[in-house]
């Protein structure tokens, strides 16, 4: 009996990895034009708004920026949802669903988790929103609100511009394969920090339900084909119906943090001159960022806050902005930079951002902001920290409360911080700066 399990075991093994990676691959790659194209249709729709009102109106970038891109933020996972539920359902409905979460079982149990838990946890690689949305498939209460609580340490597509970005700023040019083993680094130490995470978690909530695993598992069976597509409609719609309206609502009060109150800078002619029409639209753009409420916090709030940790008031309105989609990071560091290329040139503007940020200086002007050890602390805060308005609604449509998401924020940003400030004053005292 021994054998014949361990020769099933060592079948089943490649197997199940192979259909994870395929169902992440999908999620990551395939989704990815189809995201491509709504993002496109929505920055088209956009501009076409923006072109027929009148130019620099607080009405015309709450239209553009605050209502058609949040209403894009929502539309754009859909494509990630859409694919991640018609693959679930494929898999649930020909049997091999239940035999992967028992195979899986086993180790993560000693987590506090169950077998159930993989796939969403795979699927917050590529994104947050469909793996919390996966994690319905856990029947156990505790056991799916731990895998939800989780999740966003996984280190989503959406961070991968920000840890390509600040990797290119640590890394030398010439040593490529030193930044592909510290991304890879970062992958692997988000799903063991997420396991430690929810062995943690479950040693304090405990529970009167019974945490069991046993299920009847199904004969193999071909698919019914409209059945699955019907459910991933109605998830979709859920999604749409019930989490849009939030991530609109956090959108347009970020919107409006980050563009009044100085919504018609007047820049002099001496940072004008020599610049072309779109270069003067993005050093416009940036002295209203300077200027607006999200900076009067980041200059009086969160500065003496990220003081320690080497940063300065323009990394905390980076940071801000960033709650509406971590990726933003990046645009948000150019604008409060002035970087003035376009990432439409994306070698210009790469090399225009590296140049800018080791030339920025600290607040007193006597050091350099963008240290090695700053910088590295800032990835392994971007790896903790609660970092998206997106997630944060679907976390809480799919808890029922605030709870849930309130905690992730509060707990993720004070380990992010944490962890950081180690980071950073442990290098210092190795004699990295």
Known sequence: TTEIYTLSLHDALPIFFISMGIIFTSIFWIAQPLMDLIDAGFSNLSSLVSDSLPPDTWYSSLITNGMI?????????????????????????????????????????????????????????????????????????RERFLTIMIIPLMSCSARLPVYAMLLAFVVPPDKPWVAGLGLGALYL?????????????????????????????????????RHVFKNTYYKALVYVKQAGPIIIVFSLVLWALTYF??????????????LDEDQVSMLIESERLNTSFAATVGKYVFEPVLAPLGWDWRIGVSLISAFAAREIFVSAMAITFNITESEDDEDNFRHSILTSMREARSPDGTKPLFTTASTIALIIYFMFAMQCLSTVAVARKETGSWKIPLLQIGLYTVMAYVLAFVTYRGLNLLGIQ
């Open 189 to 225: 130490f988000s799903i063991i920090a997420g396991a430690v995470t929810a062995g943690i978690i479950s040693k304090f909530k405990k529970t009167e339900e019974k945490s069991t695993f046993m299920l009847e598992l199904p004969p193999y069976r071909a698919p019914v084909f």
């Open 261 to 274: 109150p100085n919504v018609d800078p007047v820049l002099p002619e001496s940072r004008t001159s020599g």
């Open 69 to 141: 891109n949040g209403f894009g933020s929502v539309m754009i996972f859909v494509p990630q949802i859409v694919i991640l539920f018609i693959l679930l359902g494929l898999l649930e409905d020909t049997g091999y669903l239940a035999r992967a979460a028992m195979l899986i079982d086993k180790p993560l149990s000693k987590f506090g988790l169950n077998g159930r838990s993989f796939i969403p946890m795979l699927s917050g690689y590529a994104c947050a929103i469909p793996a919390m949305m996966a994690a319905r498939t856990i029947s156990n209460r």
